[in-house]
C-alpha cells in the first residue's frame, strides 16, 4: 500500500483538529519581533474525559507543537492534527494548556486557542502568560510565578450549577485553586498604608504573579514614552530627587521668584515643556490660568471639573451657615436679592463640606527645604464651601460661590467666612483679594480630598478590592470572569506600583508638593470612611444629592448616560447564563465573590455598604453595572482632567504656606503670593499630574480612534461567543452615538468637555 492511500485512510479514520495559537499583543508593535522558542506548548483536548453514559466526548492524546510564538506583538501558529476517531474525542469543549521547556525562560503570553473541528470554530480565550514553572508550596515562590497550565472551556462560559460532567467540574476546581494559590489577600495587621481597603498580599510589584504585572512589551513603551525628567516618579527611586532631573532646577533654589499671579502665566509653557508637557495640555492649562479668577469659572469647575462627589443640594441651613448668616456674611446681592428661603424652596442653594474628611490630618511641610529651598509650613485648612444657581446669570455663568468656611483647626484658630465682593470691586481691592485668597483656601482643601478620597480611594483602592475577589472566586470558565476581567486585568498592578511609591508611608511623591502629605495615613483613613456602596449607584446618586436639575453638569449628564449604556449590556450579558433569580442564589461562585469583597475586602470599613449576597437578577444587573461603571467610567472622569485643572497653581494651589487669613485682616496682592507655592513646587505638582493625568499606550477605549491609534473593546474581550460578541458590538455601537452627541454639544465651548466621551474613556485601570 502507498503512503498516499495510508494517509487516506488515516484521514478517513480519524477527526481533524485545525489548532490556532494566538500569542502576543496587538500594541504596541516592536521595533524587533521577537519569537518565543524555549519549549514547546502542548494541548490535550477534553482532558479527564472518559467514555461513560454520562460523558460523550473523550480525552485525546497530547497534540504538541513545536514552533515559534510572536511574543511582543500579535502573531498565530496554527497546526492540525489527526486524532483516530475510536478515541471519541469528539466536540472539543475543555482545553488543557501547558508549556514544556526550561523553568527559567520568559513566560509566554497566549491571548486565545482556536480549534477548528468539523466546520465549526470553538474559542478558548486566555489572555494571560503560561510558564513552564511548576509551583511548590512556598507563598513567596508563588507570587512571582504564572499559572503551570490552564484549563479552558469554549463559548460563553458556564455556571457551576449547570455543569453536569465531573471532568469539567474537576477541572474548573483545578483552575480555581491555581488563581487562589497566587492571588492573595493581605493580613489586616500588614495593609500598606494601614486603614485601607484590603489589598493583594505583595510588598513590591515585581513580586506580583506575571498576569497581574504589564506586559513587557506596553510597559516599556509606557514608561519609554513619558518624559526622561519625570520617569523616577512611577519607578521606585526617590522622588525627592525629581527637580535634579528637571533641566535647570535644583532642589534647593527655584529659577524665579513668582512676585504676581502674571508671572504664573508667563512661567506655565516653559515648565510644562521642561516637565514634558504636550502643548495641547499647555493650550489648556494656560486659559484655565485666564479665567480662574471669575466665580462662574470656580463654579464650573465643580460640575465640569474632576471633583464633584461631595456636592449636594441643600434642604436645610445647617449650623454651619447659620453662624455665618448671623454675622451677616450671607450677602443678599450674592443670591441676587432673593430670599434665602425662596433659594432653598426652588432647589438652588448647594454645599461642600470638606472639613470632616480633612478632620485630624496635620499640616505638612517636611520636603519643603528640599523642594524649595527654605523650610516651610504647608497649612492643612478645613474649608467649605456655600454655591448658588442664580436665574438671573447667563446659563453658562449661573453657578457660583456664595459663601467659604475656613478653619485652621490645627493651630485652634477660630473659624472664618468670606463672602464675595459685588461685581464692580477691583480686582486690586481687599475685598476681592481677601474672597480670592478664600477660595485659594478651598480649592487647596479639595485637592487633598480629590487625590486621596475621589482618585485613590474610590477610583483605585475599591477597585483593586474587586479584582483580587474575581480572581480569587470566578474560575476562568465563570461567564462573568469573561465579563469583568478586560476591565479588572490593570488595577491590581497600577495599585502596587503606588502603594511602592506614590503613597509608601517610607516617602509618598505627595510629600514633595501637597499640604497633607506628610500625613496620608490618616487623610486616607477618614476617605475611606466615606466609601459606600449607595454612592456607586451612579443615577440614585445623583438623585439623592439633589442633583438632577443642575444646568451645565456635563459629569452628571454623561455619567448617566454611560450608566444606562452599562446596564443594558450587562444585562444581555447576564440573560445569556442567568435564567432567572434561582440561577443568580445558587451560583456559589458568584456568591462567595460578592462575600470577600465585603470581607476581608472592606471589612475594615463595615463592608462599605456592599451586600453581601445577591439573589435577583435585578440587583446583580446593577451590581455589575456598578463594578464596570467604576473601574473605567469614574476613574476616567475624576482623573483625565488633572492636568489642565490642577496643575496651573493660582487655580488649585496643592498647598499653601501661610495660614489663613484672621478675620478682619486686610488682604493684599503680597498676601495671597505669600501664601502660594514657588516654582519648585509648581514644577513637582506638574510632573506629578502629568504622570498620572494621561493615557498609555497600554489603554484599550471603549470606542477606537484609528487617527490617535487607540484601540478599542473588541481584541482584548474574554467573552468570545458569538452571542457575547452581538453584546459586545451593540454595547459598542451605542457608545460610538453617545460619543457623537458630546461632540457635537461641546461645539464653540471655550473649554469643551469631553472627558467621558467614550473615545475618550479606558475601559480598565492603568494609571
Given at each position: 500500500?502507498?503512503?498516499s492511500?495510508?494517509?487516506?485512510?488515516q484521514l478517513v479514520?480519524?477527526?481533524?483538529?485545525?489548532?490556532?495559537?494566538?500569542?502576543?499583543?496587538?500594541?504596541?508593535?516592536?521595533d524587533?519581533i521577537?519569537k518565543?522558542?524555549?519549549?514547546?506548548?502542548k494541548?490535550?483536548i477534553?482532558?479527564g474525559?472518559?467514555i461513560?453514559?454520562?460523558?460523550?466526548v473523550?480525552?485525546?492524546?497530547e497534540?504538541?507543537i513545536d514552533?515559534r510564538?510572536?511574543?511582543?506583538?500579535q502573531?498565530?501558529?496554527?497546526?492540525?492534527?489527526?486524532?483516530?476517531r475510536?478515541?471519541?474525542?469528539g466536540?472539543?469543549?475543555l482545553l488543557?494548556?501547558?508549556l514544556?521547556?526550561s523553568?527559567?525562560?520568559e513566560?509566554?503570553y497566549?491571548?486565545?486557542?482556536a480549534?477548528l473541528?468539523?466546520?465549526?470554530?470553538?474559542?478558548f480565550p486566555?489572555?494571560n502568560?503560561l510558564s513552564?514553572y511548576?509551583p511548590g508550596s512556598?507563598?513567596?515562590?508563588?507570587?512571582?510565578?504564572?499559572?503551570?497550565?490552564?484549563?479552558?472551556?469554549?463559548?460563553?462560559?458556564?455556571?457551576?450549577?449547570?455543569?453536569?460532567?465531573?471532568y469539567?467540574l474537576?477541572?474548573r476546581?483545578a483552575?480555581?485553586k491555581?488563581?487562589q494559590?497566587?492571588?492573595?489577600?493581605?493580613?489586616?495587621?500588614n495593609?500598606?498604608p494601614?486603614?485601607?481597603p484590603n489589598h493583594?498580599?505583595?510588598?513590591e510589584?515585581?513580586?506580583?504573579?506575571?498576569?497581574?504585572?504589564?506586559?513587557?512589551?506596553?510597559?516599556?513603551?509606557?514608561y519609554?514614552?513619558?518624559?526622561?525628567?519625570?520617569k523616577?516618579?512611577?519607578?521606585?527611586?526617590a522622588?525627592n530627587f525629581?527637580?535634579?532631573?528637571?533641566p535647570?532646577?535644583t532642589?534647593?533654589?527655584g529659577?524665579?521668584?513668582?512676585?504676581s499671579?502674571?508671572?504664573?502665566?508667563?512661567c506655565f509653557?516653559?515648565?510644562?515643556?521642561?516637565?514634558g508637557w504636550?502643548k495641547?495640555?499647555i493650550?489648556?492649562?494656560?486659559?484655565?490660568?485666564?479665567?480662574?479668577?471669575?466665580?462662574?469659572?470656580?463654579?464650573?469647575?465643580?460640575?465640569?471639573?474632576?471633583?464633584s462627589?461631595?456636592l449636594?443640594?441643600?434642604?436645610?441651613i445647617s449650623d454651619?451657615?447659620?453662624?455665618?448668616?448671623?454675622?451677616?456674611m450671607?450677602?443678599?446681592?450674592?443670591?441676587?436679592?432673593e430670599?434665602?428661603e425662596a433659594?432653598?424652596?426652588?432647589?438652588r442653594?448647594?454645599e461642600i463640606l470638606n472639613?470632616?474628611?480633612?478632620?485630624?490630618?496635620?499640616h505638612?511641610g517636611?520636603?519643603?527645604?528640599?523642594?524649595?529651598?527654605?523650610e516651610?509650613?504647608w497649612?492643612?485648612?478645613?474649608?467649605?464651601?456655600?454655591?448658588?444657581?442664580?436665574k438671573?446669570?447667563?446659563?453658562?455663568?449661573?453657578f457660583?460661590?456664595?459663601?467659604?468656611?475656613?478653619?485652621?483647626?490645627?493651630?485652634?484658630?477660630?473659624?472664618?467666612?468670606?463672602?464675595p465682593?459685588q461685581e464692580r470691586?477691583?480686582?486690586s481691592?481687599?475685598?476681592?483679594?481677601?474672597?480670592l485668597?478664600?477660595?485659594?483656601?478651598?480649592?487647596?482643601?479639595?485637592?487633598q480630598?480629590?487625590?486621596?478620597?475621589?482618585?485613590?480611594?474610590?477610583a483605585h483602592a475599591?477597585?483593586?478590592?474587586?479584582a483580587?475577589?474575581?480572581y480569587?472566586?470566578?474560575p476562568t470558565?465563570?461567564?462573568l470572569?469573561r465579563?469583568?476581567q478586560?476591565?479588572f486585568q490593570g488595577?491590581?498592578?497600577?495599585n502596587?506600583q503606588?502603594?511602592?511609591v506614590?503613597i509608601?508611608?517610607k516617602?509618598?511623591?505627595?510629600?514633595?508638593?501637597?499640604?497633607a502629605?506628610?500625613h496620608l495615613d490618616?487623610?486616607?483613613?477618614?476617605?475611606?470612611?466615606e466609601l459606600?456602596?449607595?454612592?456607586?449607584?451612579?443615577?440614585?446618586?445623583?438623585?439623592a444629592?439633589?442633583?438632577?436639575?443642575?444646568?451645565?453638569?456635563?459629569?452628571r449628564?454623561?455619567?448617566?448616560r454611560?450608566?444606562?449604556?452599562l446596564?443594558?449590556?450587562?444585562?444581555e450579558?447576564?440573560?445569556?447564563?442567568?435564567?432567572?433569580?434561582?440561577d443568580?442564589?445558587k451560583?456559589?461562585e458568584?456568591?462567595?465573590?460578592?462575600?470577600e469583597?465585603?470581607d476581608p475586602?472592606f471589612?475594615?470599613?463595615g463592608?462599605?455598604?456592599?451586600?453581601k449576597?445577591?439573589?435577583t437578577?435585578?440587583k446583580?444587573?446593577?451590581y455589575?453595572?456598578?463594578?464596570?461603571?467604576?473601574?473605567?467610567?469614574?476613574?476616567t472622569?475624576v482623573?483625565?482632567?488633572?492636568?489642565?485643572?490642577?496643575?496651573?497653581?493660582?487655580n488649585?494651589p496643592p498647598?499653601?504656606?501661610?495660614?489663613p487669613p484672621?478675620?478682619?485682616d486686610v488682604?493684599?496682592a503680597?498676601?495671597?503670593?505669600?501664601?502660594?507655592?514657588?516654582?519648585?513646587?509648581?514644577?513637582?505638582?506638574m510632573?506629578?499630574?502629568?504622570?498620572?493625568?494621561?493615557?498609555s499606550?497600554?489603554?484599550?477605549?471603549y470606542?477606537?480612534?484609528r487617527?490617535?491609534?487607540?484601540?478599542?473593546?473588541?481584541?482584548?474581550?474574554?467573552?468570545?461567543?458569538?452571542?457575547?460578541?452581538d453584546?459586545?458590538?451593540?454595547?459598542?455601537?451605542?457608545?460610538e452615538?453617545?460619543?457623537?452627541?458630546?461632540k457635537?454639544r461641546?461645539?464653540?465651548?471655550f473649554?469643551?468637555?469631553?472627558?467621558?466621551?467614550?473615545?475618550?474613556?479606558?475601559?480598565?485601570?492603568?494609571?
Open positions: 500500500m502507498g503512503s492511500e495510508s494517509k487516506m485512510i479514520s480519524s477527526d481533524v483538529y485545525h489548532v490556532f495559537v494566538h500569542t502576543g499583543c496587538k500594541f504596541p508593535q516592536g524587533v521577537r518565543w522558542h524555549n519549549g514547546i506548548v494541548i490535550i477534553n482532558p474525559a472518559h461513560h453514559e454520562a460523558t460523550t473523550g480525552e485525546s492524546p497534540l504538541v514552533d510564538f510572536a511574543v511582543d506583538t502573531g498565530t501558529v496554527d497546526a492540525e492534527f489527526l486524532v483516530h475510536e478515541m471519541r474525542v466536540e472539543p469543549k488543557k494548556i501547558e514544556d521547556g523553568d527559567h525562560h513566560p509566554l497566549i491571548r486565545e486557542v480549534l473541528w468539523r466546520n465549526k470554530t470553538y474559542r486566555i489572555h502568560y513552564s511548576t512556598d507563598k513567596e515562590a508563588l507570587q512571582t510565578v504564572c499559572a503551570p497550565y490552564f484549563m479552558v472551556r469554549c463559548g460563553n462560559g458556564t455556571l457551576k450549577q449547570h455543569e453536569t460532567e465531573e469539567i474537576k477541572a476546581e483552575d480555581h491555581n488563581f494559590t497566587m492571588v492573595q489577600w493581605e493580613d489586616l495587621e495593609l500598606t494601614s486603614n485601607t493583594i498580599a505583595v510588598k510589584y515585581d513580586q506580583l504573579p506575571r498576569f497581574l504585572q504589564f506586559r513587557h512589551a506596553t510597559h516599556d513603551a509606557f519609554g514614552s513619558q518624559h526622561e525628567n519625570v523616577a516618579m512611577i519607578f521606585p527611586i522622588t525629581i527637580l535634579s532631573s528637571i535647570g532646577s532642589p534647593k533654589r529659577r524665579k521668584e513668582f512676585k499671579l502674571d508671572d504664573y502665566a508667563e509653557t516653559d515648565m510644562g515643556e521642561r516637565v504636550t495641547t495640555d493650550s489648556e492649562g494656560l486659559k484655565v490660568g485666564e479665567i480662574f479668577q471669575e466665580d462662574h469659572e470656580f463654579g464650573r469647575q465643580i460640575i465640569q471639573g474632576p471633583n462627589v461631595k449636594t443640594r441643600v434642604n436645610k454651619v451657615w447659620k453662624r455665618a448668616i448671623d454675622k451677616g450671607l450677602q443678599p446681592y450674592a443670591i441676587d436679592g430670599s434665602l433659594v432653598i424652596q426652588d432647589g442653594l448647594f472639613s470632616e474628611t480633612l478632620d485630624g490630618v496635620q505638612g517636611k520636603t519643603s527645604k528640599l523642594i524649595a529651598g527654605v516651610q509650613t497649612y492643612v485648612v478645613e474649608a467649605d464651601c456655600l454655591l448658588f444657581h442664580s438671573k446669570r447667563p446659563k453658562d455663568q449661573s457660583v460661590p456664595i459663601l467659604i468656611r475656613l478653619e485652621n483647626k490645627n493651630d485652634l484658630q477660630p473659624e472664618t467666612f468670606w463672602y465682593p470691586a477691583h480686582k481691592s481687599p475685598r476681592y483679594l481677601s474672597w485668597l478664600a477660595k485659594m483656601y478651598f480649592r487647596c482643601a479639595d485637592w480630598v480629590y487625590s486621596l478620597g475621589t482618585h485613590f480611594a474610590r475599591q477597585n483593586e478590592v474587586f483580587i475577589s474575581m480569587r472566586n470566578l470558565a465563570h461567564p470572569f465579563l469583568l478586560p476591565h488595577i491590581i498592578g497600577i502596587a503606588a502603594r511602592e506614590l509608601s508611608p516617602g509618598n511623591a505627595f510629600a514633595n508638593f501637597m499640604s502629605g506628610d490618616k487623610l486616607l483613613q477618614n476617605c475611606c470612611t459606600d456602596y449607595k454612592h456607586m449607584v451612579i443615577p440614585e446618586d445623583f438623585k444629592r439633589g442633583l438632577l436639575e443642575l444646568p451645565n453638569f456635563f459629569f449628564d454623561d455619567a448617566i454611560l450608566w444606562k449604556i446596564f443594558a449590556y450587562t444585562k450579558m447576564m440573560d445569556l447564563s442567568y435564567k432567572n433569580d434561582e443568580v442564589a451560583d456559589e458568584l456568591q462567595k465573590f460578592v462575600e469583597i465585603v475586602g471589612i475594615s470599613f463592608g462599605c455598604g456592599f451586600p449576597s445577591i439573589s437578577k435585578e446583580l444587573n446593577e455589575l453595572t456598578l463594578l464596570i461603571f467604576n473601574v473605567s467610567c469614574f476613574h472622569g482623573n483625565f482632567q488633572i492636568n489642565k485643572y490642577l496643575a496651573y497653581i493660582p488649585a498647598c499653601l504656606k501661610m495660614p484672621e478675620q478682619n488682604i493684599t503680597e498676601r495671597i503670593q505669600q501664601s502660594l507655592p514657588q516654582q519648585n513646587v509648581a514644577l513637582v505638582t510632573a506629578v499630574t502629568n504622570i498620572l493625568g494621561n493615557f499606550p497600554i489603554e484599550r477605549f470606542v477606537q480612534t487617527a490617535l491609534n487607540r484601540k478599542g473593546y473588541i481584541g482584548e474581550n474574554m467573552a468570545v461567543s458569538v452571542d457575547q460578541e453584546c459586545i458590538l451593540r454595547m459598542v455601537k451605542m457608545m452615538d453617545l460619543v457623537g452627541k458630546i457635537e461641546n461645539v464653540g465651548k473649554l469643551p468637555y469631553d472627558v467621558l466621551s467614550p473615545d475618550n474613556i479606558p475601559i480598565t485601570t492603568e494609571i
